[in-house]
């Protein structure tokens, strides 16, 4: 079946500008999580959906940073007023129930790269 | 605060050599730890579990509790093993037993 998309695969932004970007996690999925990965580093947890709520936003770095889920399906990740340091691939993960040794399948990611 | 540490950034072998790719993690708890790898212009996908036992691609990984690390090892490496690996860890107790902590990774090399 289809994996986990995401899209824009590749974003090229000027500083100070919003970005939306977007996650299709793997049907019947209801653990959704958002990473973070840049330059040379690990990834970096962001934020974890189980359906559309979000019980931990901790690793969002910022307040420019949201993101939301809706339908127990998609899942957006918004960056307001983007800085260099945002500049990284932006990796999307579902799985089923969180919490539990379920595998997380990973989307292709989403470079956003701010000039 | 857990932590993954892969020491080499890089590692390169010849084909049919040995091949151990290093992890040491840091946690007060009882963890889960993973290999992902990612092939060139693939996705980044679970290679095996801790919990699994299993031989994946002729991978194997044994969770060391007492020195707190989980090489992954593969006794001939092959040519189609070149990627970048990353190790993971899952807390197992507490109230985030959901979200992986990852090293940053080892790029194989492995030479013809």
């Known amino acids: 079946g289809a994996g986990v998309s995401q899209s824009p695969s590749n974003k090229v932004t000027e500083k100070g500008k919003d970005v939306e970007l977007r996650c299709d996690p793997i049907s019947g999925h209801t653990a959704l999580y958002w990473y973070r990965q840049r330059l040379g580093q690990g990834l970096e947890f962001l934020i974890y959906f189980q359906g559309n709520s979000a019980p931990d936003k901790s690793g969002l770095p910022s307040d420019r940073f949201s993101a939301e889920r809706t339908g127990e399906s998609v899942s957006t990740l918004t960056i307001q007023r983007t800085q260099q340091e945002d500049s990284a691939v932006y990796l999307c993960a579902s799985s089923l129930p969180g919490g539990v040794t379920y595998e997380q399948y990973f989307g292709p990611g989403t470079r956003l790269t701010v000039t | 605060a857990q932590r993954v540490t892969q020491p080499e950034k890089l590692l390169s072998v010849f084909k049919g050599a040995p091949v151990e790719l290093k992890c040491n993690y840091s946690y007060s708890g009882s963890p889960e730890l993973f290999w992902y790898v990612q092939y060139s212009r693939q996705r980044l996908q679970l290679l095996l579990r801790?919990?699994s036992r299993e031989s994946i691609k002729g991978f194997t990984a044994d969770l060391n509790k007492g020195e707190t690390s989980f090489h992954l090892k593969k006794p001939f490496a092959q040519e189609e093993d070149s990627a970048m690996y990353y190790c993971a860890l899952r807390m197992n107790s507490g109230g985030s037993n959901y979200k992986l902590t990852f090293g940053k990774g080892t790029l194989l090399t492995v030479n013809p």
């Open positions: 801790h919990i």
